[in-house]
């Protein structure tokens, strides 16, 4: 059993910058892939990046690459988003999820969610 637990969400301007962290229980984070979803009001949880196990392999759909890093310390069992240029449409919870492969982790077949965290952009 793994329990995610985010934090870091808050309010932010245009352009601004947030970094989002999710902390892990258990002995076992470093055999998970692990990612991060968001969902806005109105829309489904969608992926938004994912990472291995050893955090050498990462992916991110268009609409954040090369604006969000997703990096982890397994001595510490946390994972982190970093956003930076971040726009109104940013806007959601995001989650913290965990999976046995990064496969399931982009695909959103995971084995454990967090409870999520919000982050609102305004513009």
């Known amino acids: 059993q793994v329990q995610l637990v985010e934090s870091g969400g808050g309010l932010v301007q245009a352009g601004g910058s947030l970094r989002l962290s999710c902390a892990a229980s258990?002995?076992?984070?470093?055999?998970?892939?692990m990612g991060w979803f968001r969902q806005a009001p109105g829309k489904e949880r969608e992926f938004v990046a994912g990472?291995?196990?050893?955090?050498?392999?990462?992916y991110y759909p268009d609409s954040v690459k090369d604006r969000f890093t997703i990096s982890r310390d397994n001595a510490k069992s946390t994972v982190y988003l970093q956003m930076n240029s971040l726009k109104p449409e940013d806007t959601a919870v995001y989650y913290c999820?965990?999976?046995?492969?990064?496969?399931?982790?982009?695909?959103?077949?995971?084995?454990?969610w967090g409870k999520g965290t919000l982050v609102t952009v305004s513009s």
């Open positions: 258990g002995r076992t984070f470093s055999t998970y892939a």
């Open positions: 999820a965990a999976a046995q492969d990064i496969w399931q982790v982009r695909t959103g077949r995971v084995d454990y």
């Open positions: 990472l291995t196990q050893s955090g050498g392999v990462t």
